[in-house]
C-alpha cells in the first residue's frame, strides 16, 4: 500500500523531471507570471510537504489551503500523508531527500527525535521549513525557519479574556481544562499560556485538568466525570474546538447549560467551533488559523533562492467573541 | 478440611475470581476519593451517573471484544476492528448526511445496513486471507488496520462529519428502561452470541478448530469454514460498535474513531480467561474485561489521574490483574507467605536469611 503510494509520486517526480529538462529552454520566459517578480526565469519550484495526519478539521483546512496555494503559486507539491506517527514522517522526509525536491516543509508529529532526519536534509543541502508545530533540536540550524501559530499566545489570550470578564468575581472561578494530546506542543504551550494569564487573578483556579486527545469523544468523556466529580464548574477551557464540541453534549446531558451555567473558551475557530460560538453555546474561541499556505509558498520560494529570512514567522490571527463570530461566520472558509 | 473451606478454594481459584476483586477495587476507590461515585440520579426520566457512563462508554468496547473472543478461541487475532469501527461509522453517517431528512428512521435503517454491509465484507476479506490463503491472522488483519484507517478517511474525505439525526443518535446515547440503550445492544450480541456457541456445538467446534485445526478437520470439522465465519461475526460485532462511537458524539472521525480499540478489545479477552493461544474462551470473562478496562479509563477522569501519569496507572492495574490471575505466580506467593506460619523453626530461618540481605 505504502510502497505504491510512494513509488508512484517518484515516477511522477521522474517524469516531470525529464519533462522539465526538455522543456526548460523554451519554457523559461512562458511561466514568469508563476514567479512573481525578480523570480524571472525559474525552473517550476518542487516543495515535499509531509502533513501531521487528518485529525481534525483545522487538519484538513490546513491541508488545503497548502494545496490550493501550491497550485496558486505554480509550485509542485509532493503531498504525504504521515497519519499521525513520528516513523512515517521521517520515511517521508527521507524520500524527499532522494527525490532531490528543493525544499521540504513538514508539520511533526511530536516535538523530538528529528535530528538524524533533518541532518540528512542538510546534508543534502535541501532546506528545510517547519510549518505550524516547532521541533525541540538545539541545533537551530537544521531548519530555515518555523511558520505557524503561537500556541503560547492562543493559551494567553484565552486567559486574558477569561480575566477580563470575571475581574469582578469576588469569590472563587472553577476552571476545568481539557488538554489536547499529551506530550504535543500545542497542549503543553496553551496549557503554560493560559496559566500564565489566569495567575493574574487569584480566584480563578483550574480544578481539573485531563487530555482529551484533541477528539470529541474524549471531550465527552473526559467532560461527563468532570461535570461529576465537580459540583461547581464555572469555566471550561479546551485545548480545540472538537474537544469543546464532545464537552458541549456531556454538559447538556448533566442538565446544565453551555455557554451561560458553564463559559466555554476554546481554540481553533474551525466551522463547527463557530457555528457554537455563534449559536451562543461557546463563549470565546481564540484563532489559530490554518490558512498558512500562501505564506509558506513565498517563504519556500525565498529559502529556494536562498535570501535570508526570520528564524519564527507567526500566522496572522485573531480571536472571536459570540457576535463577532456571526459576523465573521459566513464568509469563513473552514 | 470443612466444606466452608473448599468452598472459598474454589471461589479464589476460579478464573474470573481475581478481575472481579479489582474492578470491586477500583469502585471502592473512587468512592473513598469521592463519596458520590456510586450515587445514581434520575434526571430527564434516565439514570445518570458515573456507574451509568461505565456500563454506556464500555458497550462499544464489550461488542468488539466479544467479536475479538471468538477469534482468539481460534487461535486467531483481528487487529483490524478499530479500523472497521471506523469505516462503518463513517458509511453510516455519511448515507445519513446526504438524507435531505435526516430524522427519518427509513434513512437511518439503511445507513446502518449499508454500514454493516461493508463492515460484513471486509469481514470476509479478513476471513479470506486467514481461512483460504493461510496468511497469519496477525499479518492479515494488520493489512486492513492500517489500509482501513485510510479508507475511513476517505470516506468522510478527511473531515469530522457532523450529522444531527435523532433516530442514529439514539444508539449512542438513548436510553431503554432509564438505562443507556447502548448497553442493552451490547448484552443482546452477548446473549446471541453465547446462544449460538453455547447452546449448539459451535462453541466446541471453535475451540476445537482453536486446539488443533488440523486434527479438527481430520476429525471431520471443515476447520476453514468456521476460522472464515469467526472473522465475519468480529466484523459485525465492530461494525455496530462503530455505530455506538460515531452515535456517541453525533460525527464520524475516520481518524479517531476506535483507534487502539484492538488493543483494549485483547486486552479484555486475555482479563477475562480466555487463552491467546486459542482452544478456549470464556464470553462472560470478556464483559467483564471490558467493564474493567472502562472502569480504569473513567477512574482515570474521576479521580483527576494527571495524563502523564495515567497510562502508567493503567499498565500497574493491568500487570496486577495479570499477575494475580496466573496459578503460577499466586501459588508462589501464597507459598511464600506459609511457610513462616506452621513452624517457629520455620520463621527463625526466614529471619536469619534475612540478616545477610
Known sequence: MKRTRNSLPFRKAAAVLTAALLATGMAACGNSDTGGGSAGGDDKLVLGFSQVGAESGWRTANTTSIKESAAEAGVELKFDDAQQKQENQIKAIRNFIQQKVDVIAFSPVVESGWDTVLKEAKDAKIPVILTDRAVDSADKSLYKTFLGSDFKKEGRLAGEWLVEQKKSASGPVNIVELQGTTGSAPANDRKEGFAAAIAANPNLKIVASQSGDFTRAGGKQVMEQFLKANPKIDVLFAHNDDMGLGALEAITAAGKVPGKDITIITIDAVKDGMQALADGKFNFIAECSPLLGPQLMELAKKVHKGEEVPARIETEETTFTQEQAKEALPNRKY | ?357
Open chain 2, 1 to 357: 478440611m470443612s466444606t466452608a473451606q473448599s468452598r472459598y478454594r474454589a471461589l479464589t481459584t476460579h478464573r474470573l475470581f481475581w478481575p472481579v476483586v479489582v474492578l470491586v477495587a477500583l469502585v471502592v476507590a473512587n468512592t473513598v476519593y469521592r463519596p458520590g461515585f456510586l450515587s445514581v440520579q434520575v434526571r430527564d426520566g434516565h439514570l445518570y451517573g458515573s456507574l451509568i457512563d461505565i456500563l454506556r462508554l464500555s458497550a462499544p468496547l464489550i461488542l468488539v471484544a466479544l467479536g475479538m473472543t471468538l477469534v482468539i478461541a481460534t487461535g486467531g487475532i483481528d487487529l483490524s476492528v478499530g479500523s472497521l469501527c471506523a469505516i462503518s461509522g463513517a458509511v453510516a453517517c455519511l448515507y445519513i448526511s446526504r438524507q435531505p431528512d435526516q430524522n427519518s428512521m427509513g434513512g437511518v435503517l439503511t445507513a446502518l445496513a449499508l454500514g454493516l454491509a461493508v463492515a460484513l465484507v471486509l469481514g470476509a476479506w479478513n476471513g479470506v486471507l486467514v481461512a483460504v490463503i493461510g496468511i497469519q491472522p496477525i499479518i492479515a488483519t494488520l493489512i486492513l488496520m492500517v489500509a482501513g484507517r485510510g479508507l475511513a478517511q476517505l470516506i468522510t474525505e478527511g473531515q469530522i462529519l457532523t450529522i444531527n439525526s435523532s433516530p442514529y443518535k439514539a444508539i449512542g446515547v438513548g436510553h431503554l428502561l432509564t438505562l443507556p440503550l447502548a448497553i442493552f445492544i451490547a448484552l443482546a450480541a452477548a446473549l446471541l452470541i453465547a446462544a449460538v456457541t453455547r447452546r449448539t456445538a459451535l462453541g466446541l467446534i471453535v475451540e476445537s478448530v482453536g486446539g488443533n485445526a488440523r486434527a479438527s478437520r481430520l476429525a471431520g470439522i471443515r476447520s476453514a469454514r468456521i476460522t472464515f465465519l469467526v472473522y465475519v461475526i468480529s466484523a459485525a460485532c465492530a461494525a455496530v460498535a462503530g455505530f455506538m462511537m460515531t452515535a456517541n458524539v453525533s460525527s464520524a472521525d475516520g481518524n479517531a474513531a476506535g483507534l487502539w480499540v484492538e488493543l483494549d478489545a485483547i486486552l479484555a479477552v486475555v482479563i477475562g480467561g480466555t487463552s491467546l493461544a486459542g482452544g478456549r474462551f470464556s464470553l462472560g470473562g470478556t464483559i467483564l474485561g471490558a467493564l474493567l478496562i472502562q472502569t480504569l479509563t473513567t477512574t482515570v477522569y474521576a479521580m483527576n489521574i494527571s495524563p502523564q501519569t495515567s497510562l502508567l496507572f493503567k499498565a500497574v492495574v493491568v500487570i496486577a490483574v495479570c499477575l494475580i490471575q496466573a496459578p503460577g505466580f499466586r501459588a508462589r506467593f501464597t507459598r511464600r507467605r506459609r511457610v513462616p506460619a506452621p513452624a517457629a523453626a520455620g520463621a527463625d530461618e526466614t529471619r536469619k536469611e534475612q540478616v545477610p540481605a
